[in-house]
């Protein structure tokens, strides 16, 4: 079994509470580092932390911005994970999970970046980051004890690129789709030594929108700033900032290459109002365009980015977008 296939296992697992299949996925020496839970150690007491025992109607996971490398003799997983629980009430219940009032669904939304170490087809470590909490968090802190996030501040992450990494021989088109995820992971953790070699020493990003003050100069609804800005400037609205995507398209053209994306935001607009009929249809809000040209390896030279507002409807326990 590959490490991806493991991990994806995990998640599955992991959302449905199935305590059996999580068992043989895990080391029995298993150690995780967790911003909701802290550190814990060993199997059992793992198995113990993670589990979700309460009767939800709707449980799912999407997974995005999947990167897979070796490092010395293990293999390592980096990944973007939103976890959903939605259970379904004639009326509100404050001690409960989740409500339902007319209809519509109180979710328990959170995710952010996942790193897991396989040896030998088991997990020997897992990391996570908490960047996104949306719903009710506070039977998540009153019933689990899970410490989430304060928006004014900036948590340490735990979640980070290795500078030393080596990778299977893939096409050029899954090498520059996984340039992108590690470009966007650099974003997000702020590594801007290593973000240097993701980008040109000239590239400009640019936005439709003019709300970040201070980053540049505006045109019209448009600004233009170093492509820098996106590492080295710190949003007090975004400390643990996330850029959770699906490609769109690929074209390649020699030594240059356009990518089209979209970002996942799950606690922004789109998913205020959780009906039973639209719980598994994630929202995306931002439409970006990198372009790339190739050095030694792919990279970016621009990027833009506008607003949409737009859902895909799934039904899979674990998506990967």
């Not at 709707?58 to 990944?79: A, F, G, M, P, Q």
């Not at 992971?185 to 020493?201: A, G």
């Not at 790339?292 to 970016?300: A, M, P, R, S, T």
Request: glycine residues 4%.
């Amino acid at each position: 079994m590959t490490a991806v296939s493991l991990v994806k296992k995990f998640f599955d697992s992991y959302i449905m509470n199935e305590s059996d299949l999580l068992d043989d996925l895990l080391d029995t020496e298993i150690t995780i580092d967790y911003s909701t839970l802290g550190s814990i150690s060993g199997k059992e007491e793992v198995k113990k932390a993670l589990a979700l025992n309460e009767d939800f109607t709707y449980r799912y996971n999407i997974l995005s911005n999947l990167i897979d490398y070796k490092k010395e003799d293990t293999s390592v997983v980096i990944c973007n994970v939103f976890h959903f629980l939605i259970k379904e009430y004639s009326s509100y219940n404050v001690a409960s999970a989740t409500s339902s009032v007319n209809g519509q669904v109180f979710p328990l939304v959170y995710g952010g970046k996942y790193k897991f170490i396989v040896e030998n087809d088991k997990i020997k470590a897992v990391s996570f980051d908490l960047e996104a909490q949306m719903g009710n968090t506070y039977w998540a802190k009153k019933n689990w004890q899970w410490h989430l996030y304060d928006e004014t501040k900036h948590d340490p992450r735990k979640v980070l690129l290795d500078e030393i990494r080596t990778y299977e021989k893939t096409d050029e088109q899954q090498n520059i789709i996984r340039r992108i995820y590690e470009f966007m992971l650099l974003v997000d953790t702020r590594q801007s030594d290593l973000f240097k070699q993701y980008v040109t020493e000239d590239g400009i990003y640019s936005y439709r929108d003019a709300t970040r003050q201070g980053m540049g100069i505006s045109e019209d609804t448009r600004t233009r700033v170093s492509i820098m800005n996106l590492v080295n400037h710190i949003d007090d609205r975004e400390y643990q900032s996330h850029h959770s995507c699906r490609i769109i398209d690929v074209k390649v053209d020699g030594d240059e290459a356009e990518v089209t994306l979209e970002m996942f935001e799950p606690t922004k607009l789109g998913y205020k109002h959780l009906f039973s009929n639209n719980v598994y249809q994630p929202y995306y809000n931002e439409q970006w365009k990198l372009k790339l040209v190739k050095k030694e390896d792919w990279i970016v030279s621009s990027a833009d980015h506008k607003a949409v507002s737009k859902f895909q409807k799934v039904s899979y326990k674990t998506l990967c977008i």
